[in-house]
């Protein structure tokens, strides 16, 4: 054996050996239980409303596309969104209250109002989600609010995560903690033993008191369809007009009606169902 050649073998064991010598890694260390279930509590007694600009993209069985989003949340159940152009000007406006949606498209020319249900939702954003967890989403909590006293709240480490289980009314949610993170990164929600949708939170920003989740993306299993939400700014607990939930029919007279089913377009004022 040639000097060069026993010198580059002494190098690669001392290599081996100095590798050898590294401690291991430790594995990723769950966040404690109760931190998870007080974030969860802190995160939802803290959130009244949202305002924020978003991205909103969408893609499925019937197509794609994307369109920036001014949002307006007023829990537990209103909401404004308006659809922006290229141009920044309005090219659709939708409200929510409770179970009535009112819809008026400004570049086509209709108006309508329907009853607020996940398939109507479903023709709007095409991911079929009711329509009182979607705002929890938009603001960036759990679709179903997690109650202290709950004895059917299960909140256990799985792994490197925490993992919540909890039920409200006919739907449950099951959901996953990231390591180290004691805010939810993603879930499932389903009525039964169907699952009927998906969801994920990413990019968590100090934001009025909370670290909140600027991107949201929910995904249908059974259709395949999926929503992805990318918020540029967010403010929370901004006092919101109720003025900004009505969206009264136009008056322009060449304004076509539809009907988004589950209720009736009068010509003027509410709905009759």
């Known amino acids: 054996m040639n000097a060069s050649f026993r010198a580059l073998a002494a190098a690669g064991l001392l290599f081996a050996a100095s590798c050898a010598s590294l401690p291991a890694s430790r594995l990723a260390e769950p966040p ?26 969408f893609e499925g069985p019937q197509g794609s596309g994307s369109a920036s989003q001014v949002v307006v949340v007023a829990l537990p159940d209103r909401a404004r969104v308006e659809a922006l152009t290229p141009l920044g000007t309005t090219a659709l406006v939708v409200t929510l209250r409770a179970d009535e949606i009112r819809v008026h498209s400004v570049l086509r020319g209709e108006y309508g109002v329907g009853r607020a249900s996940p398939q109507t939702l479903g023709k709007l954003l095409k991911v079929a989600v009711p329509p009182e967890l979607l705002l929890r989403l938009l603001a960036g909590l759990p679709p179903l609010p997690v109650r202290a006293r709950d004895p059917r709240l299960t909140v256990v480490p799985e792994e490197a995560v925490v993992r919540v289980e909890s039920t409200d009314g006919v739907y449950w949610q099951r959901m996953w903690t990231e390591a180290n993170e004691p805010g939810i990164a993603r879930g499932e929600v389903g009525r039964a033993a169907e699952v009927l949708f998906t969801f994920a939170f990413a990019d968590r920003q100090p934001t009025d008191g909370r670290r909140f989740p600027f991107e949201v993306r929910v995904e249908e299993p059974a259709t395949h369809s999926r929503v992805r939400v990318r918020y540029e700014r967010v403010q929370l607990n901004l006092p919101a007009d109720p003025d900004l939930f009505e969206l009264p029919p136009p008056a322009d007279p060449k304004t076509r009606r539809i009907d988004l089913g589950g209720a009736t377009t009068p010509q003027g004022g509410s709905p009759r169902g």
């Open 32 to 57: 404690g239980v109760d931190v998870v279930r007080e974030q969860l509590l802190k995160d939802d007694d803290a959130t009244k409303t949202v305002r924020g600009v978003a991205r909103l993209a």
